[in-house]
Protein backbone atom coordinates (compact mmCIF):
# COMPACT_ATOMS: atom_id res chain seq x y z
CA UNK A 1 0.00 0.00 0.00
CA UNK A 2 2.72 2.37 0.91
CA UNK A 3 4.43 1.62 -2.15
CA UNK A 4 1.96 2.37 -4.61
CA UNK A 5 1.51 5.70 -2.30
CA UNK A 6 4.98 6.77 -2.98
CA UNK A 7 4.78 6.36 -6.39
CA UNK A 8 1.84 8.29 -7.46
CA UNK A 9 3.33 10.24 -5.03
CA UNK A 10 6.75 10.75 -7.37
CA UNK A 11 4.22 11.11 -10.60
CA UNK A 12 3.02 14.53 -8.38
CA UNK A 13 6.51 15.50 -7.57
CA UNK A 14 7.89 15.17 -11.24
CA UNK A 15 5.22 17.84 -12.13
CA UNK A 16 5.50 20.30 -9.02
CA UNK A 17 9.58 20.40 -9.03
CA UNK A 18 11.48 22.46 -11.08
CA UNK A 19 14.52 21.67 -12.79
CA UNK A 20 16.15 24.64 -10.63
CA UNK A 21 15.56 23.00 -7.31
CA UNK A 22 17.79 19.39 -8.35
CA UNK A 23 20.44 20.51 -10.65
CA UNK A 24 24.03 20.76 -9.27
CA UNK A 25 25.13 24.10 -8.97
CA UNK A 26 29.00 23.54 -8.43
CA UNK A 27 29.49 22.82 -11.93
CA UNK A 28 33.01 21.77 -13.25
CA UNK A 29 33.44 23.49 -16.72
CA UNK A 30 35.84 23.81 -19.57
CA UNK A 31 37.26 26.81 -21.74
CA UNK A 32 37.33 25.78 -25.56
CA UNK A 33 41.15 26.43 -25.27
CA UNK A 34 41.48 23.54 -22.98
CA UNK A 35 43.47 20.87 -24.68
CA UNK A 36 41.60 17.46 -24.58
CA UNK A 37 44.18 16.06 -22.96
CA UNK A 38 43.67 17.60 -19.87
CA UNK A 39 40.11 16.23 -20.02
CA UNK A 40 40.92 13.05 -18.97
CA UNK A 41 42.42 14.08 -15.45
CA UNK A 42 39.39 16.48 -15.24
CA UNK A 43 36.22 13.87 -15.73
CA UNK A 44 38.19 11.68 -13.41
CA UNK A 45 39.02 13.84 -10.34
CA UNK A 46 35.55 14.92 -10.08
CA UNK A 47 33.53 11.37 -11.84
CA UNK A 48 31.77 13.20 -14.08
CA UNK A 49 31.10 12.04 -17.72
CA UNK A 50 31.20 15.04 -19.23
CA UNK A 51 31.35 18.93 -18.43
CA UNK A 52 29.82 22.32 -20.31
CA UNK A 53 32.25 24.22 -22.48
CA UNK A 54 31.91 28.24 -21.14
CA UNK A 55 33.59 31.06 -23.04
CA UNK A 56 33.42 33.70 -20.00
CA UNK A 57 29.95 32.78 -18.71
CA UNK A 58 28.37 31.73 -21.61
CA UNK A 59 27.84 28.34 -22.74
CA UNK A 60 29.29 27.47 -26.23
CA UNK A 61 29.43 23.86 -26.46
CA UNK A 62 29.73 20.27 -24.56
CA UNK A 63 32.07 18.16 -24.04
CA UNK A 64 31.57 14.15 -22.70
CA UNK A 65 33.40 11.30 -22.23
CA UNK A 66 32.15 9.73 -25.61
CA UNK A 67 33.96 12.39 -27.55
CA UNK A 68 37.16 11.97 -25.42
CA UNK A 69 37.06 8.08 -26.09
CA UNK A 70 36.64 8.92 -29.86
CA UNK A 71 39.43 11.32 -30.01
CA UNK A 72 41.58 8.58 -28.42
CA UNK A 73 40.18 5.92 -30.50
CA UNK A 74 41.50 7.65 -33.52
CA UNK A 75 44.92 8.46 -32.01
CA UNK A 76 44.25 12.03 -33.34
CA UNK A 77 46.80 14.78 -31.65
CA UNK A 78 46.18 17.16 -29.28
CA UNK A 79 43.83 19.84 -29.32
CA UNK A 80 41.80 22.62 -27.79
CA UNK A 81 38.43 21.26 -26.31
CA UNK A 82 36.74 23.83 -28.90
CA UNK A 83 37.96 21.63 -31.61
CA UNK A 84 35.64 18.34 -30.74
CA UNK A 85 33.10 19.45 -28.55
CA UNK A 86 29.59 20.03 -29.70
CA UNK A 87 28.03 23.22 -30.54
CA UNK A 88 24.81 22.71 -30.61
CA UNK A 89 23.65 21.93 -27.17
CA UNK A 90 20.80 20.92 -25.72
CA UNK A 91 19.52 22.80 -22.98
CA UNK A 92 16.95 22.99 -19.97
CA UNK A 93 16.02 26.00 -18.04
CA UNK A 94 15.87 26.06 -14.13
CA UNK A 95 11.87 26.41 -14.36
CA UNK A 96 10.95 24.69 -16.53
CA UNK A 97 9.12 21.01 -14.35
CA UNK A 98 11.54 17.69 -14.27
CA UNK A 99 8.81 16.26 -17.20
CA UNK A 100 10.52 18.68 -19.19
CA UNK A 101 13.99 16.68 -18.42
CA UNK A 102 12.57 13.32 -18.14
CA UNK A 103 11.44 14.16 -21.91
CA UNK A 104 14.18 15.34 -23.40
CA UNK A 105 16.49 12.50 -21.53
CA UNK A 106 14.19 10.24 -23.46
CA UNK A 107 14.83 11.66 -26.61
CA UNK A 108 17.93 12.17 -26.64
CA UNK A 109 19.76 9.73 -24.99
CA UNK A 110 22.06 12.54 -23.43
CA UNK A 111 23.52 12.09 -20.16
CA UNK A 112 23.64 15.34 -18.67
CA UNK A 113 22.02 18.64 -19.80
CA UNK A 114 23.08 21.86 -19.00
CA UNK A 115 20.51 24.20 -17.03
CA UNK A 116 20.65 27.65 -18.05
CA UNK A 117 18.55 30.75 -16.48
CA UNK A 118 15.46 32.03 -18.45
CA UNK A 119 16.17 35.32 -18.83
CA UNK A 120 20.01 36.01 -18.47
CA UNK A 121 20.78 32.04 -20.49
CA UNK A 122 23.65 31.97 -18.24
CA UNK A 123 24.61 28.50 -17.35
CA UNK A 124 23.55 28.15 -13.53
CA UNK A 125 23.86 24.30 -13.26
CA UNK A 126 23.76 20.40 -14.55
CA UNK A 127 21.23 17.96 -14.40
CA UNK A 128 21.91 14.07 -14.71
CA UNK A 129 19.41 11.53 -13.85
CA UNK A 130 21.11 10.76 -10.71
CA UNK A 131 20.68 14.13 -9.78
CA UNK A 132 16.75 14.27 -10.45
CA UNK A 133 16.63 10.73 -8.43
CA UNK A 134 18.67 12.39 -5.51
CA UNK A 135 16.51 15.13 -6.02
CA UNK A 136 13.11 13.17 -5.77
CA UNK A 137 14.47 10.92 -2.60
CA UNK A 138 15.03 13.98 -1.04
CA UNK A 139 11.56 15.62 -1.64
CA UNK A 140 10.25 12.49 -0.46
CA UNK A 141 11.49 12.37 2.25
CA UNK A 142 10.53 15.84 3.70
CA UNK A 143 6.96 15.35 2.48
CA UNK A 144 6.65 12.00 3.94
CA UNK A 145 7.74 13.50 7.21
CA UNK A 146 5.42 16.96 7.01
CA UNK A 147 2.46 14.91 6.31
CA UNK A 148 2.99 13.01 9.49
CA UNK A 149 3.10 15.84 11.46
CA UNK A 150 0.15 17.59 10.38
CA UNK A 151 -2.01 14.70 10.10
CA UNK A 152 -0.95 13.73 14.38
CA UNK A 153 -1.42 17.45 15.06
CA UNK A 154 -4.86 17.61 13.05
CA UNK A 155 -6.07 13.96 15.06
CA UNK A 156 -4.81 15.20 18.73
CA UNK A 157 -7.20 17.93 19.02
CA UNK A 158 -10.22 16.40 17.33
CA UNK A 159 -12.28 17.23 20.46
CA UNK A 160 -11.01 20.50 20.33
CA UNK A 161 -11.52 21.65 16.82
CA UNK A 162 -15.18 20.49 16.69
CA UNK A 163 -17.66 23.26 17.66
CA UNK A 164 -20.34 22.23 19.51
CA UNK A 165 -22.19 22.51 23.00
CA UNK A 166 -21.74 18.08 23.34
CA UNK A 167 -19.58 16.30 21.43
CA UNK A 168 -20.04 12.76 21.56
CA UNK A 169 -18.75 9.73 19.17
CA UNK A 170 -20.33 6.35 19.28
CA UNK A 171 -18.85 3.11 17.76
CA UNK A 172 -20.76 -0.11 17.49
CA UNK A 173 -19.15 -3.53 17.26
CA UNK A 174 -21.24 -7.41 16.64
CA UNK A 175 -20.21 -9.99 18.29
CA UNK A 176 -20.72 -13.61 17.30
CA UNK A 177 -20.53 -15.73 19.88
CA UNK A 178 -18.61 -18.97 19.97
CA UNK A 179 -16.44 -17.85 17.44
CA UNK A 180 -13.00 -17.26 18.64
CA UNK A 181 -10.86 -16.67 15.47
CA UNK A 182 -12.41 -13.23 15.84
CA UNK A 183 -12.21 -13.42 19.36
CA UNK A 184 -11.08 -9.61 20.42
CA UNK A 185 -11.59 -8.09 17.17
CA UNK A 186 -13.93 -5.89 18.21
CA UNK A 187 -11.97 -4.47 21.21
CA UNK A 188 -8.99 -4.38 18.69
CA UNK A 189 -11.19 -2.02 16.21
CA UNK A 190 -11.95 0.15 19.29
CA UNK A 191 -8.80 0.56 20.29
CA UNK A 192 -7.38 1.62 17.17
CA UNK A 193 -10.37 4.24 16.40
CA UNK A 194 -8.98 5.40 20.08
CA UNK A 195 -5.76 5.87 19.19
CA UNK A 196 -6.49 7.34 16.07
CA UNK A 197 -9.09 10.41 18.31
CA UNK A 198 -4.96 10.79 20.16
CA UNK A 199 -6.53 10.00 23.16
CA UNK A 200 -4.26 9.30 26.24
CA UNK A 201 -2.23 5.76 25.79
CA UNK A 202 -3.63 4.80 29.24
CA UNK A 203 -7.08 5.32 29.10
CA UNK A 204 -6.87 3.89 26.19
CA UNK A 205 -5.38 1.02 27.77
CA UNK A 206 -8.00 0.85 29.86
CA UNK A 207 -10.89 0.78 27.54
CA UNK A 208 -9.17 -1.58 25.44
CA UNK A 209 -8.72 -4.49 27.86
CA UNK A 210 -11.88 -3.92 29.94
CA UNK A 211 -13.58 -4.16 26.68
CA UNK A 212 -11.67 -7.36 25.47
CA UNK A 213 -12.46 -8.95 28.40
CA UNK A 214 -16.11 -8.04 28.45
CA UNK A 215 -15.99 -9.04 24.31
CA UNK A 216 -14.34 -12.67 25.71
CA UNK A 217 -17.38 -13.12 28.39
CA UNK A 218 -19.85 -12.55 24.83
CA UNK A 219 -17.75 -15.02 23.28
CA UNK A 220 -17.36 -18.08 26.18
CA UNK A 221 -20.72 -17.36 27.67
CA UNK A 222 -23.42 -16.57 25.16
CA UNK A 223 -24.43 -16.37 21.27
CA UNK A 224 -22.84 -13.02 20.55
CA UNK A 225 -24.32 -9.61 21.59
CA UNK A 226 -23.14 -6.21 20.93
CA UNK A 227 -20.33 -3.46 21.93
CA UNK A 228 -21.21 0.09 22.34
CA UNK A 229 -18.70 2.42 23.23
CA UNK A 230 -19.50 6.24 23.39
CA UNK A 231 -16.36 8.38 23.49
CA UNK A 232 -16.62 12.17 25.16
CA UNK A 233 -14.15 14.51 25.80
CA UNK A 234 -14.32 13.81 29.74
CA UNK A 235 -15.54 10.30 29.60
CA UNK A 236 -15.75 6.85 27.69
CA UNK A 237 -18.64 5.00 28.55
CA UNK A 238 -18.62 1.23 26.72
CA UNK A 239 -22.00 -0.90 27.07
CA UNK A 240 -22.09 -4.69 26.51
CA UNK A 241 -24.84 -6.43 26.48
CA UNK A 242 -26.07 -9.92 25.26
CA UNK A 243 -29.97 -11.88 25.06
CA UNK A 244 -28.79 -14.60 26.96
CA UNK A 245 -28.14 -16.48 29.12
CA UNK A 246 -27.35 -14.55 31.99
CA UNK A 247 -25.56 -14.83 35.33
CA UNK A 248 -27.06 -16.15 37.90
CA UNK A 249 -25.12 -15.63 40.94
CA UNK A 250 -22.97 -11.88 39.98
CA UNK A 251 -21.67 -11.75 43.57
CA UNK A 252 -19.84 -15.12 42.79
CA UNK A 253 -18.98 -14.09 39.60
CA UNK A 254 -17.06 -11.03 40.44
CA UNK A 255 -15.04 -12.89 43.27
CA UNK A 256 -11.56 -13.43 41.75
CA UNK A 257 -10.92 -16.83 40.62
CA UNK A 258 -14.27 -17.98 40.16
CA UNK A 259 -15.23 -19.25 36.54
CA UNK A 260 -17.56 -21.06 35.02
CA UNK A 261 -15.95 -21.48 31.92
CA UNK A 262 -15.38 -24.88 30.05
CA UNK A 263 -12.51 -27.06 29.89
CA UNK A 264 -11.79 -25.56 26.23
CA UNK A 265 -11.72 -21.97 27.25
CA UNK A 266 -8.66 -22.97 29.72
CA UNK A 267 -6.86 -24.26 27.11
CA UNK A 268 -7.07 -21.06 25.26
CA UNK A 269 -5.78 -19.23 28.60
CA UNK A 270 -8.74 -17.99 30.13
CA UNK A 271 -11.36 -19.16 32.19
CA UNK A 272 -9.10 -18.42 35.49
CA UNK A 273 -12.15 -16.34 36.65
CA UNK A 274 -10.02 -13.13 36.74
CA UNK A 275 -12.40 -11.45 33.85
CA UNK A 276 -14.81 -9.10 35.53
CA UNK A 277 -11.82 -8.46 38.22
CA UNK A 278 -9.86 -6.68 35.45
CA UNK A 279 -12.37 -5.34 34.06
CA UNK A 280 -13.22 -3.79 37.11
CA UNK A 281 -9.88 -2.53 37.62
CA UNK A 282 -9.59 -0.66 34.67
CA UNK A 283 -13.09 0.86 35.00
CA UNK A 284 -13.46 3.79 36.77
CA UNK A 285 -17.38 2.88 37.38
CA UNK A 286 -18.57 -0.45 36.24
CA UNK A 287 -22.25 -1.95 36.71
CA UNK A 288 -23.38 -5.45 35.64
CA UNK A 289 -26.74 -6.20 35.72
CA UNK A 290 -28.33 -10.19 34.61
CA UNK A 291 -31.64 -11.59 34.30
CA UNK A 292 -31.33 -15.59 33.91
CA UNK A 293 -32.75 -16.51 30.70
CA UNK A 294 -33.06 -12.80 29.29
CA UNK A 295 -29.43 -11.71 29.21
CA UNK A 296 -26.64 -9.13 30.67
CA UNK A 297 -25.75 -5.57 30.63
CA UNK A 298 -22.25 -4.51 31.49
CA UNK A 299 -22.00 -0.84 31.60
CA UNK A 300 -18.22 0.56 31.74
CA UNK A 301 -17.42 3.90 32.47
CA UNK A 302 -14.19 5.09 32.40
CA UNK A 303 -13.29 8.94 33.03
CA UNK A 304 -10.14 10.65 31.09
CA UNK A 305 -9.57 13.81 34.05
CA UNK A 306 -9.56 11.72 36.73
CA UNK A 307 -6.71 9.54 35.62
CA UNK A 308 -4.38 11.21 38.18
CA UNK A 309 -6.08 10.69 40.95
CA UNK A 310 -7.80 7.64 39.78
CA UNK A 311 -4.63 5.22 40.26
CA UNK A 312 -4.35 5.44 44.26
CA UNK A 313 -8.59 5.63 44.68
CA UNK A 314 -8.43 2.37 42.68
CA UNK A 315 -5.87 0.61 43.82
CA UNK A 316 -7.25 1.27 47.54
CA UNK A 317 -10.88 0.81 47.14
CA UNK A 318 -11.16 -1.71 44.30
CA UNK A 319 -8.74 -4.24 44.49
CA UNK A 320 -9.72 -7.51 45.85
CA UNK A 321 -8.74 -9.50 48.14
CA UNK A 322 -5.47 -11.35 47.96
CA UNK A 323 -3.59 -9.98 45.14
CA UNK B 1 17.99 -3.87 28.26
CA UNK B 2 16.56 -4.07 24.66
CA UNK B 3 14.77 -7.07 23.22
CA UNK B 4 17.75 -7.59 20.83
CA UNK B 5 20.02 -8.00 24.69
CA UNK B 6 17.03 -10.10 25.91
CA UNK B 7 17.12 -12.24 22.88
CA UNK B 8 20.61 -13.15 22.99
CA UNK B 9 20.03 -13.72 26.64
CA UNK B 10 17.40 -16.72 26.09
CA UNK B 11 19.20 -17.58 22.65
CA UNK B 12 15.89 -17.22 20.89
CA UNK B 13 14.89 -17.08 17.61
CA UNK B 14 12.75 -14.34 15.86
CA UNK B 15 9.74 -15.48 14.35
CA UNK B 16 8.33 -11.62 13.57
CA UNK B 17 9.61 -7.99 14.27
CA UNK B 18 13.17 -8.80 13.26
CA UNK B 19 13.51 -4.75 12.68
CA UNK B 20 11.81 -4.04 15.94
CA UNK B 21 14.32 -5.73 18.08
CA UNK B 22 15.86 -2.28 18.74
CA UNK B 23 12.87 -1.41 21.23
CA UNK B 24 13.50 -1.70 25.45
CA UNK B 25 12.39 -3.66 27.55
CA UNK B 26 11.40 -2.86 31.04
CA UNK B 27 10.06 -5.83 32.57
CA UNK B 28 9.16 -8.95 32.16
CA UNK B 29 6.15 -11.85 33.15
CA UNK B 30 5.75 -15.34 32.83
CA UNK B 31 2.40 -16.43 32.24
CA UNK B 32 0.04 -19.41 30.41
CA UNK B 33 -2.99 -17.45 31.86
CA UNK B 34 -4.13 -14.29 29.58
CA UNK B 35 -6.66 -12.43 32.18
CA UNK B 36 -3.38 -12.63 34.57
CA UNK B 37 -1.93 -10.89 31.90
CA UNK B 38 -3.93 -8.16 31.94
CA UNK B 39 -4.66 -7.82 34.77
CA UNK B 40 -0.87 -7.48 36.25
CA UNK B 41 1.30 -6.63 33.20
CA UNK B 42 2.77 -2.77 32.31
CA UNK B 43 3.32 -2.06 28.96
CA UNK B 44 6.83 -2.10 27.56
CA UNK B 45 6.86 -5.77 29.09
CA UNK B 46 8.12 -9.14 27.74
CA UNK B 47 5.71 -11.98 27.87
CA UNK B 48 7.09 -15.12 28.13
CA UNK B 49 4.32 -17.69 27.61
CA UNK B 50 3.57 -21.28 26.16
CA UNK B 51 0.42 -20.71 24.79
CA UNK B 52 0.72 -20.22 21.21
CA UNK B 53 -3.08 -19.13 20.33
CA UNK B 54 -3.59 -15.90 18.46
CA UNK B 55 -5.40 -14.67 22.03
CA UNK B 56 -1.66 -14.67 23.38
CA UNK B 57 -1.33 -11.71 20.26
CA UNK B 58 -4.53 -10.11 21.12
CA UNK B 59 -3.78 -9.78 24.32
CA UNK B 60 -0.33 -8.20 23.79
CA UNK B 61 -2.33 -6.01 21.89
CA UNK B 62 -4.63 -4.77 24.36
CA UNK B 63 -2.02 -4.62 27.32
CA UNK B 64 0.13 -2.88 24.52
CA UNK B 65 3.60 -5.12 25.97
CA UNK B 66 6.68 -4.95 24.30
CA UNK B 67 7.12 -8.47 22.78
CA UNK B 68 5.87 -12.33 23.30
CA UNK B 69 8.62 -15.00 23.66
CA UNK B 70 7.42 -18.48 23.66
CA UNK B 71 9.27 -20.80 25.73
CA UNK B 72 9.75 -24.75 25.71
CA UNK B 73 10.27 -24.47 21.70
CA UNK B 74 6.77 -23.96 21.24
CA UNK B 75 5.63 -22.15 17.86
CA UNK B 76 2.68 -20.20 16.87
CA UNK B 77 0.89 -21.26 13.67
CA UNK B 78 1.02 -18.93 10.69
CA UNK B 79 -2.19 -17.33 11.41
CA UNK B 80 -1.12 -16.09 15.14
CA UNK B 81 2.53 -14.93 12.84
CA UNK B 82 0.59 -12.90 10.59
CA UNK B 83 -1.45 -11.44 13.28
CA UNK B 84 1.26 -10.13 14.88
CA UNK B 85 3.40 -9.02 11.90
CA UNK B 86 0.44 -6.82 11.27
CA UNK B 87 0.11 -5.31 14.64
CA UNK B 88 3.41 -4.92 15.12
CA UNK B 89 4.23 -7.21 17.80
CA UNK B 90 7.77 -9.04 17.66
CA UNK B 91 7.62 -12.92 18.34
CA UNK B 92 10.27 -15.01 19.40
CA UNK B 93 10.82 -18.52 20.82
CA UNK B 94 13.38 -20.05 23.01
CA UNK B 95 13.78 -23.63 23.45
CA UNK B 96 14.33 -22.85 27.21
CA UNK B 97 11.81 -23.67 29.64
CA UNK B 98 9.91 -21.15 31.29
CA UNK B 99 11.57 -21.18 34.70
CA UNK B 100 15.13 -20.56 32.77
CA UNK B 101 13.70 -18.10 30.70
CA UNK B 102 12.63 -15.94 33.64
CA UNK B 103 15.74 -16.84 35.63
CA UNK B 104 17.72 -15.74 33.06
CA UNK B 105 16.23 -12.69 32.12
CA UNK B 106 16.09 -11.86 35.97
CA UNK B 107 19.94 -12.31 36.72
CA UNK B 108 20.67 -9.96 33.97
CA UNK B 109 18.56 -7.02 35.78
CA UNK B 110 15.48 -7.12 34.27
CA UNK B 111 12.97 -6.25 37.30
CA UNK B 112 9.28 -8.21 37.09
CA UNK B 113 6.05 -6.25 36.46
CA UNK B 114 5.58 -6.16 40.75
CA UNK B 115 8.91 -4.85 40.72
CA UNK B 116 8.57 -2.30 38.52
CA UNK B 117 5.17 -0.86 40.02
CA UNK B 118 5.94 2.36 41.46
CA UNK B 119 2.95 2.37 44.07
CA UNK B 120 2.01 -0.66 45.53
Not at chain 1, 100 to 120: S, Y
Not at chain 1, 249 to 264: C, F, L, N, R, V
Not at chain 2, 62 to 77: E, Y
Request: aromatic share 6%; glycine share 8%.
Amino acid sequence: MALNNKISKIQELIYEISVGEVMRTNLVTVTPQTPMSRLREILREKRISGTPVVDGDKLVGIISIEDFIKWLANREPDCPIGQKMIKEVQTLHAEEPLTQAVNKFEQFGFGRFPVLDHQTNKLVGIITKGTIVEGLLKKLEIDHIEEEEVYRHRIKHFFEDILADKVSLFFQYDVEGQNFKRAGEGASRLKSSLRRLGLDPQIVRRVAIATYEAEMNLIIYTQGGTIRARVEPREIFVRVEDSGPGIPDIEKAMQPGYSTAPEWVRELGFGAGMGLNNIQRCASKMGLYSVVGKGTTLKIRIFTEEEAKSETRRNDSKTGPGR
Amino acid sequence: MTLQEAKEILEAEVLAGDDLLGQPIKMACGSDLMSDVLSFVKPESLLLTGLTNPQVVRTAEMADLAAICFVRGKRPDPLTIEMAKAKNIPLLTTLLPMFESCGRLWTHGLPGCSEYQKKR
